[in-house]
């Protein structure tokens, strides 16, 4: 049962975290003149910046994938507390 609440807790804050570092990204590409590479959204996200070109992002690129992190380690605890419930 308490593999199961960590789960949960743990997939829903990396599932939040996500979707804002998402919106924030999208928020911010609007407002960006200069961008290096084909995307002007993930430039936002995972780009680093380089002030002296102009180019800037917000390098959320840790937080980025540490919310994947949460959300896969959030499913691995609710899949190993329902393969414990089969046994």
């Not at 939040?16 to 002007?40: D, Q, R, V």
């Amino acid at each position: 049962m308490n593999k199961s609440i960590a789960g949960a807790v743990l997939s829903t804050c990396g599932t939040i975290l996500f979707s804002s570092i998402l919106i924030s990204g999208a928020i911010f590409s609007s407002t960006m003149n200069g961008w290096s590479g084909s995307s002007k959204f993930w430039y936002a996200i995972l780009g680093k910046s380089v002030p002296d070109e102009g180019m800037t992002s917000m390098e959320l690129s840790f937080l980025f994938y540490f919310s994947i992190a949460l959300f896969l380690a959030g499913i691995v605890c609710l899949f190993w507390e329902q393969l414990k419930k089969m046994k």
